[in-house]
């Protein structure tokens, strides 16, 4: 593989690895939220 | 309409502002290490010297999160306090992540460079034994059914695993290794080998990554806030 290519494949890991980890705050932030709702709504 | 006891939490202005100036920073970072900064010489990898600018920022950014698990799980034994307790759990999740990205950012770079992705050199093997402290800390914190009672004992790991960060940082002065050894402060242009662009390239993108760690960190952290107070309507119920 050529030196971009390579250049690429690490910027890729990076940004899809830091990306991964955002999306999964967000879902399980998600989650919590419609939790609570669902506990202050039998509350 | 959703309920404001959900959606408002507190300091949400704050943190949208954090937001836009971490992904300010780095779009301007982004655009120094491929425009404003020259192609190394072939010897240093040529373009491939660029990973350089985000593997040595996630570097930083995992010392700056395993230094807030050392001083928050201290913060913790002698107050008790559930905060401190969960800066720290959320501190080594964010600094996993970006050791994560050092363990693989490193051995890309490393196959073309030295031949091979891994040798188990002081700096490669200490930043893995780094990262499987901080995954085991993590393990020991998700294995317990109750977290109040593994939250001292983590408390513990997360200061006694915070010993290997020195090491990890300076092995590739102590010992001989492949692993470059990096600048020094006292004279950074001609131990870095870097000019003036590429520097200005280097600081942004660790100013970026610096704002990165802080606002993962606050968002890990009001994810523990929110769990904490679904636990409490549970188990009040």
New interface residues.
Partial sequence: ?S??G??F???A??WL??GA??LS?ST??RR??Q???E??K?? | MRSPSVTSLPGDASVRRLAILTWVMIAVSLYLIFFHAREADPTMGGQLQRIFYFHVPSAWASYLAFGVVFLASIAFLRTGSRRWDLIAASSAEVGVVFCTLVLITGPIWAKPVWGTYWQWDARLTSSLIMWLTYVGYLLLRGLAEDGSRIARPAAVVGIVGFVNVPIVHFSVRWWRTLHPSGPTVADLENSSGLGSPELVAFFTALIGFTLLFALLLTLRVRLGNLADRVDRLELAR
Avoid: I, S
Wanted: zero cysteines.
């Fill in positions: 593989m030196e971009v390579w250049l494949v690490a910027f890991a990076v690895g830091l980890y955002l705050l399980r932030q919590l939220e939790r609570l709702r506990l202050e039998n509350e």
